[in-house]
């Protein structure tokens, strides 16, 4: 449950703290927040700007000359006045000496005298001159009932001025306000306020408007791709163990409400391992269609950074995006090659902080993101993430059976317009047994290349002949494959 910020902040200043830095991007509604803990401490409100300077709530008119961080700060050390000091658009100035030494010496004060400085922004580095004086907290999210007055405001205001129609019933107000989970107050206004003024409407199929708008998010950060759901378990051959795993959590997804009550929380993700080409990314891509949530791909090579420390600091976007966006699936393609065991050896030691962040987040996450992460080479991976309460389950997918390669062939010809009875599907699955998913897509996506130059329709002669020609990894890897299967014997289960 997310903790009372006014709560917080009150016990901070009680306890003698000098300097909040509150983590956020959402600038007005930490303003209002502050203006309800000023007159609940019953002492005046002030706010800055580097382009109104310090003003105090009740008066008209700024400090003179305060828009000079320095100027500003002086007045609050000379006046020692009581009072909340709200700073937005400050955490740039901390990279300054001199303005740094006016800030300790400027709130010191308020060690004994009632009052707090208070300093917006998002992942500020704390100075270290700071850092015994002050406290950083985290304002929470916008809650569902937050977004539920909003809307209520936003209807009321519009009808004032031209006719809306609200026709969504009870249960597609939850569904809109939990896609509007992860969005700012003034972002969730804005789309709200767009989607009713275009027709002068809000019917359910406006929640696809808000997804819409949740894609423009992501494609602005740029440091994850917002996938189209296209695929589904339909196009997933066997791995019955892992569908039917997973259909027991989809069940949260659809009664999120029930789920909490009765005592469940939103699954946190698997991690997948298997030989190369057996359907570890067509699994994350089925799971967000099955559950009806955004796919996000996390690409590591996206992080990387030449300068110090941008790295960490795209890494932390990345996952603030994805937290933005809950409920959503967040997958991770090949893991150990943002993670490899060897790399934080010889890239400064940035893989290593960047691995020890995500071992943290996958902790203590508030988001309800589902991970899906996919890896190819086990002996690359940190012995951490296989530790139990990383994933929920850690799943080894294995070449396909008979069974599921006929299944697969099947698959792969439907999807290509041809008629099954055509074939001999099940001379195909014998005559490629030691075949991954992919290598048999590839035999039939080969074969039509070859049916379309020789003018002909695609048969089973002609894919008999492009298996006879394809070397599978079975063969060209079976030292590895061994070895991945006895690897794998107590710390994964079987998605077949």
Excluded at 146 to 161: H, M, P, T
Excluded at 233 to 240: G, H, M, P, R
Excluded at 449 to 468: C, H, M, R, W
């Amino acid at each position: 449950m997310n903790r009372d910020p006014l709560k917080d902040i009150e016990i901070l200043i009680k306890s003698r703290y000098c300097i909040i830095f509150l983590d956020t991007d959402e600038e007005e509604r930490a303003e209002v927040l502050l203006k309800h803990l000023a007159d609940h401490l019953q002492i005046p409100f002030f706010s800055w700007t580097p382009t109104k300077g310090l003003r105090r709530n009740d008066i008209k008119g700024a400090v003179y000359k305060s828009t000079d961080p320095s100027v500003a700060l002086s007045h609050i050390e000379i006046s020692k006045f009581p009072a909340v000091y709200y700073f937005r658009g400050f955490g740039n100035y901390l990279s300054d000496n001199l303005i740094t030494l006016k800030l300790k010496e400027a709130a010191t004060q308020f060690s004994t005298n009632k009052g707090i400085v208070v300093i917006t922004g998002y992942d500020i580095d704390i100075p270290d001159d700071l850092k015994p004086i002050s406290a950083k907290i985290k304002l929470p999210e916008p809650n569902m009932e937050e977004y539920r007055k909003l809307l209520n405001r936003i209807v009321r205001d519009l009808k004032e001025k031209i006719d809306v129609k609200v026709e969504l019933d009870p249960e597609d107000i939850n569904r809109l306000l939990l896609n509007l989970k992860g969005l700012t107050l003034m972002e969730a206004e804005k789309i709200l306020t767009k989607i009713m003024v275009e027709d002068g409407r809000l019917s359910s199929k406006d929640i696809r408007c808000i997804v819409e708008a949740k894609k423009e998010i992501v494609e602005r950060e740029g440091l994850l791709e917002y996938y189209p759901l296209e695929e589904t378990w339909d196009d997933i051959a066997d791995l019955e163990g892992l569908k039917s795993w997973l259909n027991k959590r989809r069940m949260f997804v659809l009664e999120p409400d029930r789920a909490k009550k009765f005592g469940l929380s939103f699954p946190k993700g698997i991690l997948l391992i298997g030989v190369p080409g057996c359907g570890k990314s067509l699994c994350a891509k089925a799971v967000a269609t099955e559950w009806g949530l955004p796919l996000l791909k996390l690409d590591p090579s996206n992080l990387y950074n030449k300068y110090i420390g941008e790295s960490e600091k795209n890494f932390k976007r990345a996952i603030k995006t994805a937290e933005k966006l809950s409920p959503v699936i967040l997958w991770i393609d090949e893991i150990e090659k943002a993670f490899a065991t060897s790399q934080g050896t010889e890239d400064g030691g940035v893989s290593t902080r960047i691995f020890g962040t995500f071992l943290s987040w996958l902790q203590e996450r508030k988001g309800d993101v589902f991970i899906v992460a996919t890896a190819n080479d086990v002996t690359k991976l940190p012995p951490e993430f296989l530790r139990k309460g990383r994933f929920d389950e850690v799943f080894f997918l294995d070449l396909p059976n008979a069974e599921a390669r006929r299944a697969i062939f099947e698959i792969q010809l439907r999807k290509r317009g041809k008629d099954l009875k055509n074939f001999d599907i099940q001379v195909l699955a014998e005559k490629t047994e030691g075949f991954s998913g992919a290598e048999i897509e590839q035999v039939v996506v080969s074969g039509l290349y070859t049916a379309f130059y020789l003018k002909q329709e695609l048969s089973t002669e002609i894919l008999l002949n492009e298996i006879s020609s394809t070397l599978p990894l079975s063969l060209t890897m079976a030292e590895r494959i061994s070895w991945l299967r006895n690897w794998v014997k107590g710390k994964a289960v079987s998605a077949h």
